[in-house]
Nanobody
Framework: QVQLVESGGGLVQAGGSLTLSCAAS????????MGWYRQAPGKQRELVAG???????NYADSVKGRFTISRDNAKKMLYLQMNSLEPEDTAVYYC?????????WGQGTQVTVSS
């Protein structure tokens, strides 16, 4: 069983930065894709950024140039560096991994950006 635990959320002023971390445990097979998703109140969950086990990345247009996704496969860690945060980035951020047709989610961490 794979477990994902996010950390690093909090309250930050617009223009500030936060780094989210996601610690994975359990048996993880490659190739796989890990990602950060977010869900704001009243909105659907959306992909923020994804990264393959080989290091290829993709980003939502709304965060390109501001957010950077990275991973440490040896440590089973996923990161999201968020810069120039905007109030519109306020949401619960979820870590996700997909491999062999299976998807696992973390419990989420709240990010609140004040204007």
């Amino acid at each position: 069983q794979v477990q994902l635990v996010e950390s690093g959320g909090g309250l930050v002023q617009a223009g500030g930065s936060l780094t989210l971390s996601c610690a994975a445990s359990g048996t993880i097979f490659s190739p796989n894709v890990m990602g950060w998703y977010r869900q704001a109140p009243g909105k659907q969950r959306e992909l923020v950024a994804g990264i393959t086990s080989g290091g290829s990345t993709n980003y939502a247009d709304s965060v390109k140039g501001r957010f950077t996704i990275s991973r440490d496969n040896a440590k089973k860690m996923l990161y999201l560096q968020m810069n120039s945060l905007e109030p519109e980035d306020t949401a619960v951020y979820y870590c996700n991994i997909n491999f062999w047709g299976r998807t696992y989610w973390g419990q989420g961490t709240q990010v609140t950006v004040s204007s």
